[in-house]
């Protein structure tokens, strides 16, 4: 099981970016996928960003992203997405994908969103 994530940067305040991640090793189509994130000064704490159902029928949003990101995902490219709008700097993390029901991490993506 791998997990790529892809798309991190640095942004100003009010900019966008999009996060991808290639799942392999699993049947990709028949796992909910999810995008965390772990915040600078929380610790390990892992934050849930937002989840997707195998189909796309059934999101999730964290409340402190809501009406801001959105999450996507392409069964036949194996890849799940994020896209990142309005970015503020408490959006600042390591953003990482994984797959319900899976323990595996990727490397994750390094987003930091500062003037």
């Known amino acids: 099981v791998q997990f790529v994530e892809s798309g991190g940067g640095l942004v100003q305040p009010g900019g966008s970016l999009r996060l991808s991640c290639v799942a392999s090793?699993?049947?990709?189509?028949?796992?909910?996928m999810n995008w965390y994130r772990q915040i600078p000064g929380k610790g390990r704490e892992f934050e849930l960003v937002?989840?997707?159902?195998?189909?796309?029928?059934?999101?999730i949003y964290g409340d402190s992203v809501k009406g801001r990101f959105s999450i996507s995902r392409d069964n036949g490219k194996n890849t799940v997405y994020l896209q990142m709008n309005n970015l503020k700097p408490e959006d600042t993390g390591v953003y990482y994908c994984?797959?319900?029901?899976?323990?595996?991490w990727g490397p994750g993506t390094q987003v930091t969103v500062s003037s």
């Open positions: 090793g699993f049947s990709f189509s028949e796992r909910d």
């Open positions: 994984n797959a319900v029901g899976l323990r595996h």
């Open positions: 937002a989840r997707i159902s195998t189909l796309s029928r059934n999101i």
